[in-house]
């Protein structure tokens, strides 16, 4: 797996992520995501695979019990330490928790699981360290019929290569893929529901400058592809502009279980 396959990140791409990706996608997800993770007031919360702290944050605010928030990439952590609020980043790896059996009671992950090198591993991991968890991932991307046409653009205008890497943030989506993972990692009593919602964007531009500069592709765009693939974007993903900005479906995949 590639660093780009890994979501991997440097600084800029994560300051991109946090503020143009969180407010515009992970971000309006995190309050019902955490809502589902049933997290009691005084509850220590571990957040795996935190990226800048969307959910992290949104945690924070229904506990006062102790919060940590744990990314491998260390430009994720820089950039949610500083929106910190009282919560404890660590830059450490999903698989290998440095934290002793149950030291929480609920370990949560957000749309991270599938930039793991082996998800089940981290799955069992969260288990291990927690006595009830949730997991939430993308479903498959043509569920979301923005991101589906996004993918048709690129590809006709920046090839295969290219177009697969919106494949990745949607990998967990197909169908049995998630259940084989709690499978392989011998969870068992997992409930799965899916939760329904949007993105949005200020403009096509925006959205667009923000899938290339903020994300997997990062500078292997050139400025003169970018604004390229800009201009062809006005019209083929027209239908999604409204008087509220670009608005577009997107849906989750949650699990929950009790270790």
């Not at 994560?14 to 503020?19: C, G, K, P």
């Not at 940590?68 to 830059?91: H, T, W």
């Not at 979301?144 to 290219?162: C, H, P, T, V």
């Not at 925006?206 to 800009?230: F, K, M, N, P, Y």
Request: with cysteine.
């Amino acid at each position: 797996m590639t660093d780009h396959d890994r979501g991997q990140l440097d600084t800029s791409g994560a300051e991109v992520y946090e503020s143009l990706f969180v407010p515009s996608l992970f971000g309006r997800f995190a309050n019902p995501i955490a809502e589902t993770a049933r997290i009691s007031p005084t509850d220590d919360v571990i957040d795996v695979a935190c990226g800048t702290g969307a959910l992290t944050r949104a945690v924070r605010a229904r506990t006062t019990g102790r919060v940590v928030g744990v990314d491998i990439n260390p430009a994720m952590i820089a950039v949610a330490g500083r929106l910190g609020d009282d919560i404890e980043y660590v830059q450490g790896d999903a698989a290998s928790l440095d934290f002793d059996d149950d030291t929480f009671e609920v370990a949560v992950s957000q749309f991270g699981l599938m930039f793991l090198d082996d998800p089940s591993l981290g799955i069992k991991e969260m288990g291990r360290v927690a006595n009830r968890g949730l997991v939430a991932v993308w479903d498959s991307i043509e569920r979301s019929d923005g991101y589906l046409s996004m993918q048709k653009l690129f590809r006709s205008e920046l090839g295969k290569e290219a177009a697969s890497s919106l494949d990745a943030p949607f990998a967990m989506g197909s169908v049995g893929v998630l259940e084989s993972l709690f499978d392989a990692a011998d969870v068992e009593h997992v409930e799965f529901i899916s939760i329904e919602g949007t993105g949005r964007f200020e403009s096509i531009s925006q959205w667009v400058t923000t899938e290339v500069r903020g994300w997997t592709l990062g500078d292997s765009i050139s400025d003169a592809q970018l604004a390229h693939l800009t201009e062809k974007a006005e019209s083929h993903l027209a239908q999604f502009a409204t008087d509220d900005g670009v608005v577009f479906g997107m849906t989750t995949k949650v699990a929950t279980w009790k270790s």
